[in-house]
């Protein structure tokens, strides 16, 4: 049996982030003990710390749970999504200082927790200024995570990372129009259209909308290296590599081979104009490079998902 300092706990395990995790992390010969979503309610604190009190030690939790939904959506459900998260993040962190304290806790994070910005967006930067109204809720719920991390390392010791992740793409992300992350969302909405014979694909919102994207299987490399060297602090944990909407729609299409026009309806969603995180901390210390491009990710998306 692999002693504990070779054992994780991945809360969250059954999501899109999850489901990749647990077989990476095996895969680099790791004993992995999972929480999911059949576990129980992780906004109840009887349920988490029953959870968190049957596990034996582990070196690293990897706490990725969160109640998120995408688009419009969003604004009709602000408290509700603070509440949740916030319940969650808070039952974790006490469970953790009761029963896991020798523990790293490696938590993630959203680039919504920082304040809207025209300029990529510096660590220093958390906290100082609101979030976009269509992140309200979520954002909020994610910087008491990142500051009750913090606070709970200086009181008792403890010892944590807090990484704000790219947008990801990859196996296992939610279908549904509410839940996917937006690249997903493309692929998914251009391969039903493809298939359906549309002669165009709508890119809703602004095409030059500008975001950062990874492959999960990259962000996942990314998170490692981050834990390898840093700890007790939020850290930026992505690539440097901007590109708008319009951009990822064109690389979704072409993976597709599906070589129609891109139109813009007036009027659809439209999120924060820019977010972009500042990595350079990271990449320095770390040398991390992603593997997959953004149009090599959409191909093993596509051959994981979409080949018949």
Same mark, same amino acid.
């Given at each position: ?15 899109? #982030?999850?489901?990749?995790?647990? !077989? $990476?992390?095996?895969? /680099?010969?790791? @004993?992995?003990?999972?929480? &999911? ?127 704000? #992740?790219?947008?990801?793409?990859? !196996? $296992?992300?939610?279908? /549904?129009?509410? @839940?996917?992350?937006?690249? &997903? ?94 990595s350079t901390r990271f990449l320095s210390k770390t040398g991390w ?20």
């Open positions: 049996m692999p002693a504990p300092d070779a054992i994780d706990l991945v809360v969250g395990a059954s999501g899109f #982030l999850g489901r990749s995790l647990v !077989p $990476h992390l095996e895969a /680099a010969g790791r @004993r992995v003990l999972t929480i &999911g979503r059949s576990d129980g309610d992780l906004s109840d604190w009887p349920t988490v710390e029953a959870l968190f009190r049957a596990k034996e030690p582990v070196a690293r939790i990897f706490h990725i749970v969160t109640r998120q939904r995408t688009g419009a959506v969003q604004y009709d459900i602000q408290g509700e999504l603070l509440a949740i998260n916030a319940r969650i993040h808070l039952n974790v962190l006490e469970a953790w200082r009761r029963h896991q304290p020798q523990a790293k806790l490696i938590s993630t994070g959203s680039s919504c927790t920082y304040p809207e910005s025209s300029e990529p967006l510096v660590e220093e930067q958390f906290g100082l200024g609101p979030t976009h109204p269509s992140v309200l809720g979520y954002g909020l719920a994610k910087q008491v995570l990142a500051t009750g991390s913090a606070a709970y390392a200086a009181q008792y010791g403890l010892a944590f990372l807090h990484c704000v #992740l790219a947008t990801m793409f990859g !196996p $296992h992300d939610h279908k /549904a129009p509410d @839940r996917s992350h937006f690249v &997903g969302a493309l692929l998914e909405r251009a391969a039903r259209e493809k298939a359906a014979g549309a002669t165009t694909f709508e890119v809703w919102g602004n095409p030059q909308t500008v975001r950062e994207v990874l492959y999960v299987e990259d962000q996942i490399d990314a998170i490692l290296a981050a834990d390898g060297s840093f700890s007790n602090e939020i850290l930026n944990c992505a690539a440097n590599m901007p590109v708008t909407v319009g951009a990822v729609a064109e690389a979704v299409i072409a993976a597709l081979d599906w070589p129609v026009p891109l139109v813009s309806p007036p009027g659809s969603f439209q999120g924060a104009a820019y977010k972009m995180l500042d490079r992603p593997r997959f491009g953004l149009e090599a990710g959409l191909r093993r998306l596509i051959a994981a998902e979409y080949s018949t």
